[in-house]
């Protein structure tokens, strides 16, 4: 069917486009429909479909296309809609931001991850904080490390616990623990009936990553680990969670790489191996990251926690 021609963005869409119309459009595109949108927003059908015209007028493209089961996102439209997430993402973090300045005098303290929480040190060391000190409000934020970075520059996060080290301008390190690199394996793949794996038995397999942390560093340790390109597995990766990568290893579509720490989420049908080398068994650092210039007292609380625990004094970044 013939579409008509979009107008070109004009120069008063910057101003014509509000929150509210990046809100309708993300949610028909994660609901697949307008009424289930509009029933998420707890908005009139009619009202969130008009905004949806709106937004698409402003811009001068189509962000979906209609059918009778409902819409989905045309090529352009999945541009728009990253865009679109990316702001209400930063617009959440600027009343994060707020929030924790008004609520400073009672105590908040905002931790930025890119790694399993379900078990291992930074599990523990949240608990033994929330313990130490429970009339302080504990918040998580999970990202990728470039926004994590943000977030710091921006102070809507206090400290990140990464993998390695990210050497920010104007920011303070201090390194923690470091956790083994496991292969993840369908319980009857051939590669695990031994208790280890050396990073050679990799060759012809297929080990799925996901892009988001650590999966380009996994991938980088497993191209310093086997240089020559023939003897190297197929890498597959995934715009998924490490949950959903889980599960396509149960699915027997291939194997791969975690950090040790991934071991305290349980999946059904999958056993972890340790990978191997003729050095040992290979190991991600972790360590943290604040800005100097923060003055959260629970932040301070914090560090002390991390250096009585690691026994590393800080680092200039």
């Known amino acids: 069917m013939h579409k008509p021609r979009r107008s070109r963005p004009s120069l008063q869409a910057s101003k ?16 697949g429909s307008i009424r289930g949108a509009a029933e998420l927003l707890r908005s ?27 819409v989905r996102p045309t090529r352009a439209g999945h541009d728009v809609l990253r865009l679109a997430r990316s702001i209400l993402e930063e617009f959440d973090a600027l009343l994060a931001t707020a929030i924790s300045v008004h609520n400073s005098e009672s105590g ?14 930074l599990q523990t060391s949240l608990l ?15 990202r990728s490390r470039t926004r994590l970075a943000a977030a710091l520059r921006s102070g809507s996060v206090d400290v990140l616990i990464v993998t390695g080290r ?22 009857d793949h051939p590669l695990a009936g ?9 060759r012809g397999q297929t080990v799925l990553l996901s892009h988001y942390d650590p999966g380009k560093e996994l991938e980088d340790l497993l191209i ?3 240089l020559s390109p023939e003897h190297r597995p197929k890498i597959e990766r995934h715009d998924v969670s490490r949950g959903i990568i889980k599960s396509l290893i149960s699915m027997s579509t291939g194997i791969s790489l975690v950090l040790e720490s991934d071991m305290g989420a349980n999946f059904a049908g999958l056993v ?25 007292p629970a932040l301070r609380e914090f560090l002390k926690l991390l250096t009585a625990r690691y026994r590393s004094p800080p680092i200039g970044g």
Not at 108 to 117: A, D
């Open 108 to 121: 908040r303290l905002t931790i930025g991850f890119c790694t399993s929480l379900s078990a291992g040190n």
């Open 166 to 187: 990210l050497q920010l301008l104007n920011t303070e390190e201090m390194p923690l623990w470091s956790e083994r690199v496991l292969v993840a394996l369908p319980h």
């Open 272 to 296: 972890y191996r340790e990978l191997r080398d003729g050095t040992g068994p290979s190991r991600f650092d972790f360590s943290a990251t604040w800005r100097p210039d923060n003055e959260n």
């Open 16 to 31: 014509a486009i509000e929150l509210k119309h990046l809100k309708s459009a993300v949610a028909a595109a994660d609901c």
């Open 128 to 142: 033994a904080f929330k313990e130490q000190f429970p009339q302080i409000e504990l918040v998580t934020v999970e």
């Open 224 to 226: 310093s680990k086997l």
């Open 194 to 202: 031994g208790e280890t794996v050396c990073w050679s038995d990799l």
């Open 44 to 70: 009139q059908q009619s009202s969130l479909s008009r905004r949806i015209d709106e937004i698409e007028h402003h811009l001068g493209i189509a962000i979906f296309e209609r059918y009778s089961g409902g």
